[in-house]
Structure formats: structure tokens, C-alpha cells
Nanobody, 115 residues
Framework: QVQLVESGGGLVPPGGSLRLSCAAS????????MAWYRQTPGKQRELVAR???????DYADSVKGRFTISRDKYGKLAYLQMNSLRPEDTAVYYC?????????WGQGTQVTVSS
């Protein structure tokens, strides 16, 4: 079984920074893609950033230049550095890992951007 645990969420004022962490355990593949999604009430979960085993990354247009995703080479740790945070970044952030037909999600961590 694979488990993902996110941490690092919290309350931060506009313009502030947070670093989210995702720790994966269990029967993992080193060829896993790791990604961060976010969701607000009444809206669909949306992709924030994704990083392939090669290190190639994708970002939502709304976070480009502000957020940076990174990972370890074993596919067990992923990070999301969030800078210049805005109120519209407020959401529950979820970590996901996937390879082949398998995908696993964490339980989410709340990020609130407010003064």
C-alpha cells in the first residue's frame, strides 16, 4: 500500500511564502510522477504543478513564476515552494503520485492566504 502525507500548510499574509512537503511510503516506483493539486469548496480539483522522474515540470498558468516543485530522486519526497502568495491561492493542497495505471493521493493540507 502507498501512503502520502502532506505538511507545511497554514495561514500566511498576502505576499508571503510557504513550503509544502509530501512524504510517500510503501511500494513505490522510482518512475513515478509527483504532483500538487488544489481544491476550493464548490470547485473541481486543479493541477498546480507536476514533476516527472526526469525532472521535467509543468505549472498552472496562475502559479508560473511564483511556485516551484521539486522532488528527490527516489520518488519519496516532493516539495512545493510557494512565493508571492495571493488570497486566490487559498485552498486545500493535495499531493499525488502516479505511475502506469496507479495513482495515490494524500489527505491534503490547508493553505490560507489572508491578512
Amino acid at each position: 500500500q502507498v501512503q502520502l502525507v502532506e505538511s507545511g500548510g497554514g495561514l500566511v499574509p498576502p505576499g508571503g511564502s510557504l513550503r509544502l512537503s509530501c512524504a510517500a511510503s510503501g511500494r513505490l516506483s522510482t518512475l513515478n510522477t509527483m504532483a500538487w493539486y488544489r481544491q476550493t469548496p464548490g470547485k473541481q480539483r486543479e493541477l498546480v504543478a507536476r514533476i516527472a522522474p526526469s525532472g521535467d515540470t509543468d505549472y498552472a498558468d496562475s502559479v508560473k513564476g511564483r511556485f516551484t516543485i521539486s522532488r528527490d530522486k527516489y520518488g519519496k519526497l516532493a516539495y512545493l515552494q510557494m512565493n508571492s502568495l495571493r488570497p486566490e491561492d487559498t485552498a486545500v493542497y493535495y499531493c499525488k503520485t502516479a505511475w502506469g495505471l496507479a495513482e495515490y493521493w494524500g489527505q491534503g493540507t490547508q493553505v490560507t492566504v489572508s491578512s
